[in-house]
């Protein structure tokens, strides 16, 4: 078939745009559009190199201070990592951080009963049962996942208030408290461990099974995925589980990291991670998704935070800032 | 899958097929017999139950009675992964493919090749769509997101994803509507390669010219029947059309010449107008009073036409004249107030607010008339509202009905009503008898009618030949963006005639 050399009329593109390049004519089209996609990476040395400059006095260079961005942002790029799957398979879920909050009481209750190995299996058990009703209600009901997560966030922020009487539930496990929080790994911060496996992972999980093919089709094209043999309720509900197994882990990190449970924890959460994905170059519509990238979304608001601390602003002015950057990002990516 | 082997030399043989739709029968009994390695095309009108039938082979629906047997195995088609398993392959329009992902990873989707650890290897999905491609005679990046590309590529990626499920059946539907020539030229070089291949193809079209080009024979489905298989040799275009139209008229579509006054100026006035990707120096005129019949293959450019008259598709070129008057037609907006209105295609995507009531529907484009200060005048709308469902003799007990709820004719009369409502001077109306049943495709034919006789210049695009003989004064045949022929109603005896004219035999 000779096949038309020059890119064909798109509905978007006038045939005159056509070039009898010999290169395959695609070739070009995408170099000229992935650019967006690297976004964050170049957001992410803008900024890093401007509070370099900036506060080049004020240790925010320090080796210290920049494992610390790693640690305080720990919890946000892990459930950063399953909202990646949730998001490409065009979903949300807006119970993260409140699950997170519940997960750290109801281990932190847990481990003062019956020790820590129970602790860990309460929160993990926690957030089974939260996902399989989130993943329940939104496939077999076919609930909206907003919906049904948003309602979940009161659920289980209220539950986590409720059994604690909005008291903070200490821990005095050293060893939850080190393998969760405060400890190291060959001299790594052990939080810093955490986030590097779970999103070395999901970065395999995504890119390389079958599984995160799944779940890019079904966000992609949920009735494509289906004529194709995917099913893609199965894939949904997954998704949701996971999401919700992974913030308990967190909720787990911040206890171990804070030495208590406290139904504050997570509070809000799930805004940060869902604009740590979006930043990382998730499409919000679902069918693409980038975990390194949600890692880098989340390091970069860490980054700001850090940064704006450091250069003495409260925190009402880092949220203007942090919004602000936000919008410049998904603006400046955000494809025509 | 079950079944007995069987020689035949056919890849596909349906028997007897029976299906009806709550209660209402569309395929009564029809065989169909695609033999191995040839290309065979599937025609009929509108409704004649060919996309039933090969939706019947697809597994999207189940056959009430009859039997199917591919490669000499009887088998039952439950679902699409059945007729998949079974060696059929669909060439979609649209919806088959994923595009977020790229071209090899579609292709592979579900199936994907992988390392001996049980990773994904993507590189080794790249090399094989490239050999498949190469065996295609296809030149496209495997690694190009979908999206990114156009119709002709989407095919391309659509046949290589059934090729590469070894599918030995393909069912191409209407494959070249939205290509353009050279690449038409290309898709009938590589119909010309499988079938060297071996691969049997249903190709279901409604250009006479590219049947006679591709297909080796063919068969004719009307009204749920079959009523020719046979060599194309053997069949002339002329006893084609015959035998896809029928002899009896049956239709309650009857035409009444109407006394036109074509002296003054004309209300509607097209001088070499050129517009989006199809419409190609396009001269027309429509006078006070008059229907315009604009007839014309899918792909033509009625659609497009319809778009640039309502200032979605910007006029590249040539004048647009309302009533002697240059306008330009830069917006919906614009049109209107130059006196045009469009009633879409699709009604229930761009016509109708679905979930809202029929009156706030018919209300819409009227708002800010009725206005009483900053407030909506609800006395008002609701006279207003009432009054356009008495002239349209629309069918609602309750016009704070959700417009859903009504049956297609109805809702079709409220998108006519709604833009009656800002009283527009040239009404022009894209498919409006889709999926409406007879009674009621002559009553929106009566209402056309009504509104012309009120003096209004009216346009009509249909593929329903009978209706549209029924309404039009005149009849512009498009073809390929420009206009073909101008026919005067009176000057057509009948359908074929007219089917005649759209296919340029």
Known sequence: ?336 | MTGVAEDTGYAVRMRGVHKAFNGVPVLHGVDFELRRGEVHALLGENGAGKSTLMKILQGVYSLDSGEIVVDGQAVRLTSTHDARAAGIGMVFQEFSLVPTLSVAKNIFLGREPRHRGGLLDDGESVRRARQLFAHMGAELDPRAAVGSLSTAYWQLTEIAKALAQDARVLIMDEPTASLAKHEVEALFALVGRLKAAGISIIYISHRMEEVYRVADRVTVLRDGRRVIAAPLSEVSPAQLIEHIIGRQMEHALVWHERAVDRSGTPILELRHVSAGPRVRDVSLTVHRGEILGLAGLMGSGRTELARCLFGIDRVRSGQVLVNGRQVQLTSPRAAIAAGLALIPEDRRAQGLVLDHSVRDNLLLPLLPGLRRGPLLDDRRGGRTARSLIEQLRIRVANPSRPVRLLSGGNQQKVVIAKWLATDPTVLVMDEPTVGVDVGTKSEIVSTIRELADQGRAIIVISSELPELLAVSDRIVVLRAGAVDRELDRRDIPDEEHLQMAIQGV
Do not use: C
Request: hydrophobic share 55%; net charge positive; glycine share 12%.
């Open chain 1, 1 to 336: 078939m000779t096949a038309p050399t020059a890119s064909p009329p798109t509905p978007s593109e006038p045939p005159a745009a056509a070039s009898p390049s010999r290169r395959p004519p695609l070739v070009d089209l995408v170099r000229r559009s992935d650019w967006r996609a690297y976004v964050i990476y170049i957001a992410f040395v803008l900024v890093f190199l401007f509070f370099s400059v900036l506060l080049h006095g004020s240790g925010f260079l320090s080796g210290n201070n920049l494992l610390n961005i790693f640690r305080q942002t720990a919890t946000i790029s892990v459930m950063a990592v399953a909202m990646t799957f949730v998001i490409a398979a065009a979903e949300i879920d807006l119970s993260v951080g409140a699950v997170a909050g519940l997960a750290s009481v109801v281990t932190a209750m847990s481990i003062k009963d019956s020790g820590p190995v129970a602790g860990v299996l309460a929160g993990l058990a926690l957030g089974l049962a939260v996902g399989v009703l989130n993943g329940g209600l939104v496939t077999l009901l076919g609930i909206p996942s907003f919906l049904v997560t948003l309602g979940m966030l009161g659920i289980a922020s209220g539950v986590a208030m409720w059994i604690t009487s909005s008291a903070p539930q200490p821990i005095l496990n050293d060893a939850f408290n080190n393998i969760f929080g405060s400890g190291t790994v060959a001299g790594l911060p052990v939080l810093l461990v955490w986030t590097v496996v779970f999103v070395a992972v999901g970065a395999v999980v995504l890119t390389k099974t079958g599984f995160g093919r799944r779940v890019l089709a079904t966000g992609g094209n949920r009735v494509a995925a289906e004529f194709t043999g995917i099913n893609t309720r199965r894939v949904k509900f997954t998704v949701l589980v996971v999401s919700s197994v992974v913030a308990s882990v967190a909720g787990m990190l911040y206890a171990g990291r804070l030495q208590s449970g406290r139904f504050q924890w997570g509070a809000g959460d799930e805004l940060s991670v869902i604009a740590a994905v979006i930043l990382g170059g998730t499409s919000l519509f679902g069918g693409s998704g980038a975990v390194i990238g949600s890692l880098f979304g989340s390091l970069l608001m860490g980054l700001i935070n850090n940064g704006l601390i450091l250069a003495g602003l409260d925190v009402s002015q880092q949220q203007v800032v942090r919004g602000v950057i936000i919008i410049l990002a998904v603006a400046v990516a955000r494809r025509r």
